[in-house]
């Protein structure tokens, strides 16, 4: 398939020019100004997370998306990621069936473990079934996937008996598993014959080639379908490196902090990010030249299909994230593709 490109965004809770935290509400309506102008800047795709945390304004990215659906016309819309753990594989499809309708064939849905777990105590889940909670439900949502009834049995949800489950879709719902990086989730996702999508967010790109290696290799074990192969990574665009780098730290410091004291990681800095936005590391942030050879480098590296740019990290503001996708749009994109010709 053609080289795709898209954003994504976590709905982080920004800050005004004046440096006031936004209202959730505030952000929600700022996301979705955000993809209507990745949408006239020529983005692919626009994916938007799940999280039950203060730090994140989005806990339901379906209703975020449907209304991003009714004003933009051409891109993609989809997830990253839900949290199909601690969610019902029928209602996931059923909502994005939806979607798919609602935005006439334009969704298409990431799944994942999720790397944050305060929606397992918040929906009734026991973290101590992390990896059984998500091997049952992809297995259920991938029969769900075939729109036909299903009949299936586990232990983590009640059995179906030739259950038939609506609205279908037009054309089929696009998939993806997001994959932080274990051989044993990358060969998951080949079983199923699903989209491979690596969230590399640490450490060179050219750290995952194994990983890819490893999707090839599985997929023609299990005879499965070849389907696309993904990167999400974080990033910033300005129109020069300092301001990209300028602009960009004060967010990644907050979010790094914030997360790192719950999971003891060390204070970060500003050595570490500029280490991450240099060539070693997995932060796609300066100037668009800088960011287009970065992803272009990506590209030829792993051998993708799609490249999404996670534009969005802490309390950057949304002026700075609108300039970034505009740039993402009408230089880093037409950029990459030159160096790729």
Known sequence: MALEFGLDTFGDITRSADGTLLTGAETIRNIVAQAELADRVGVDFFGV???????????????????????????????AVTVLSSDDPVRVYERFATLDAVSNGRAEVVLGRGSFTESFPLFGYDLRDYEALFE?????????LKEKPVTWSGTMRASL????????????????VGVGGSPESVVR???HGLG??????????????????LYHRSIAAF????HPIAVHSPGHIADSDEEAWDGAYAGFEAMNNTIGRERGWPEYSRARFQNDVGPAGAI??????????????????????????????????????????????????????????
């Open 284 to 341: 796609y942030s300066g100037s668009p030249e800088r960011v287009a050879q970065k992803i272009a480098d990506t590209v030829r590296t792993l051998g993708i299909s799609r490249f999404d740019l996670k534009y969005a990290t802490g309390t950057l503001g949304h002026e700075q994230m609108m300039r970034s996708i505009e740039l993402y749009g009408t230089e880093v994109i037409p950029r990459v593709r030159e160096l790729l010709s």
């Open 49 to 79: 997370g799940e999280h039950h945390r203060a730090e994140f304004a989005v806990s339901a990215p379906e209703m975020v998306l449907a209304a991003i659906a009714s004003r933009t016309e051409r891109i993609r819309l989809g997830t």
């Open 196 to 213: 491979l999508m690596l969230a590399i967010i640490g450490g060179p790109a050219v750290r995952f080639k194994p990983f890819v290696e």
């Open 223 to 226: 005879g499965t379908p070849e």
């Open 136 to 144: 049952e439900k992809l297995e259920l949502f991938v029969e769900l």
């Open 189 to 191: 996702v080949a079983r």
């Open 161 to 176: 008996d030739n259950a038939d489950v609506f609205p279908k879709t037009e054309n089929g719902l696009r998939t993806w």
